[in-house]
């Protein structure tokens, strides 16, 4: 069976929509200002490395830039955000148009569900602080079923 990752366009269809997302956040008021203190200049790229390993793809990630626990740091110690959450996952559906998926596909809804559970549980575990964040951590795999074992 082919991968979410083959499915998605591989390295160059996760960029495009790494982009995608990237823009439609930075114009939101709420989730935007997750970034106004700066971000690494090459973050779409570094995300579509994160996403095409968590989908099925190489695992560019972990050998270039870090493992799962470095991820999941940087986006702890920040408190609950709910609606930054909500509104981050908005911008992914947003996204995902914008790079030519349609409602109903199922390809899309895997995306979906897989953006959806790693921002409000994978990145959403360690509200309190960066330090509570366990080392050795790897990037969870996701597949048509979901998330794997």
């Avoid at 269809?13 to 008021?29: F, I, S, Y």
């Avoid at 790897?138 to 794997?148: D, H, N």
Wanted: aromatic content about 10%; proline content about 5%; charged content about 20%.
């Amino acid at each position: 069976m082919e991968t979410v990752y083959a499915a998605a366009g591989g390295s160059r269809g996760l960029l495009r929509l790494a982009e995608a997302w990237h823009a439609r956040v930075m114009v939101d008021e709420v989730v935007g200002h997750a970034f106004s203190h700066g971000f690494h200049p090459q973050h779409s790229e570094r995300l579509a490395a994160y996403w095409a390993e968590a989908l099925g793809g190489p695992t560019v990630y972990s050998d270039e830039y870090g493992d799962e626990t470095s991820v999941v740091r940087m986006h702890s110690g920040n408190g609950p955000h709910d609606e930054m959450d909500r509104r981050a996952i908005a911008c992914f559906d947003q996204a995902l148009e914008d790079v030519g998926m349609t409602a109903g596909e199922p390809l899309r809804q895997v995306l979906h569900d897989y953006f959806a559970w790693a921002t409000t549980t994978a990145m959403a575990r360690y509200p309190e602080s960066a330090d509570d964040v366990p080392e050795g951590l790897s990037i969870p795999r996701w597949s048509w079923e979901g998330l794997q074992g």
